[in-house]
């Protein structure tokens, strides 16, 4: 009897061994990225900045495609959470270092959501952008929830594009603003929708499916 | 004082068992016809998925005629038990339970329960079999080439679009537009053209009634009818990746007067880049403009770059 009690006991504990290892493995395959928070500045406006582009250049996945947002202090912080106050007027500006191609859905091209449903390419306005001619489509900034969806133009594929992150203005780059007003407090998820997951089946794996890549959450706060 | 050694195993299990079943088939008829009605006309009428379509009211006459049927199955059950822990329970310092009569061989309970159950089976069967097939497919995809179609003879077409990870919808009647709103209009039959342009997802309009998988390269179509105004969910109920429990909207059924004008003023917004979409067809292929979603060519030595509109990316897309 005492032997099977020693058998019993020795099971339990090895299973709870891996069972305590699998849920750790778990917790850090599932870490997330850093938060980058705004508040409104002195007129209740927000201006959030980020940057795509097409290699990050370092870390696990120095190939992949990724945004990165500018936290206040200027600082680059490669993550795709960022939070802001609700029912205030957000300005974003976007650094755009990456080539394009078509887009696989057209549809994508439209700028929905924003204010009068416009944005603006190296200060010029625009309304539509077709991915068939041109540079093409180098990603898009879209949160489907609340309607927002603005192409981003590509750069020259065979210009000198920057390889790593974060890149700065001496690279061949495109700069995209518009402006929409953060909805009730919640968490939003928005996302790339160009499948520019270069290696991957259909290009919607490994950044696509990766939070601080090509998607990421904006966290509303009252 | 007897002796309960003295008594009987018929005496023990109850004494005269035709009191017993005519009391239990009594306390059974009676529940039944409370709770049935009870059920059917005052939870019935709640039971999702609600009548906003005739699909959805279909499916709700379903649940609540099966869950009628079903209920004094339910309470047969029941009242024989909690009676039988009443009334045929071992009383402390009785005598030791023991077992009634053999029921084996009894002609009438068996062909009862051959034909009661018989009956049962058969007619669920039947009523299923009809339930699915009116109206017009009871919402769910019918493939390409439908059979079970809607009698009105004017029926409004819109493709659903599923994407990594979004719906988009398409109306063909209204210049091709494509757009992220699915507006219907009330009282007008409704031609769910549903595919996809990468992997397999599925187009689940709850309150519609409507299911359909989204195939890429297939034309899955699915029919419903508008009954009521108002706002509805749209689900992918297909794992379909990372984003998968993201991919949701709602829709909105509007007058038919409201979604005309709706129709008109967004065909006209979104003109420009409806110019620039693929001719309408029953499936989206995005091979059309070059964009297959496959591997990018630098990857997939089976691709070539020539097949893409515009220069291929040297990082990312």
Known sequence: ?222 | MSDPQATGPEEVAGGDDSRHWWRLIAIWVVLSAILDPLFYFLAGPHIPPGTMTNTAAGAQFDFNVLFVIALPVLLGVWIYMIYAFVMWRASRGGPDPVGGPAARGHFGIQLGWILITSVLVLFLAGFGTYELVQPGGAGGGEGSSPIWTPTSKTILPIQVIGQQWKFTYRYPTFGGFETNQLVIPDHTSIEFNVTSLDVIHSFWAYQLGVKADANPDYNNVAFTTPQQLGSFTVRCAELCGIWHGAMYNSGVVVTPQNFESWAKVTEARLAQNTKLLPPYALTYTPDANGADGGYYPSNDPYSKVEQYGAKQPKGGA
């Open chain 1, 1 to 222: 009897m005492r032997s099977m009690a020693w058998k019993v006991t020795v099971t339990v504990v090895v299973f709870a061994v891996l069972a305590v290892g699998a849920v750790i493995l778990v917790i850090n395959l599932l870490g997330s990225p850093p938060t980058v928070e705004y508040t409104a500045d002195s007129s209740g406006q927000v201006n959030v900045t980020l940057q795509a582009v097409g290699n990050y250049g370092s870390g696990s996945h120095p190939s992949w495609v990724s945004y990165l947002v500018q936290a206040p202090n200027g600082q680059w912080v490669h993550t795709t959470l960022f939070q802001l106050p609700q029912h205030v007027r957000v300005n974003v500006t976007i650094y755009q270092y990456d080539s394009g191609s078509p887009l696989r859905n057209q549809q994508l091209g439209q700028v929905t959501g924003t204010y009068g449903n416009v944005a603006t390419l190296n200060g010029k306005a625009y309304r539509v952008l077709n991915a068939n001619v041109g540079n093409g489509a180098a990603h898009t900034f879209s949160m489907p929830s609340i309607g927002l969806n603005v192409p981003l133009y590509g750069n020259n594929g065979n210009a000198n594009l920057c390889g790593a992150a974060p890149c700065t203005t001496t690279s061949p780059h495109n700069v995209i603003r518009f402006s929409f007003t953060s909805p009730g407090a919640g968490r939003y998820r928005w996302q790339c929708f160009v499948p520019c997951g270069g290696g991957y089946l259909y290009g919607n794996g490994g950044p696509m499916s990766t939070l601080g890549y090509m998607g990421g959450f904006m966290q509303v706060v009252a």
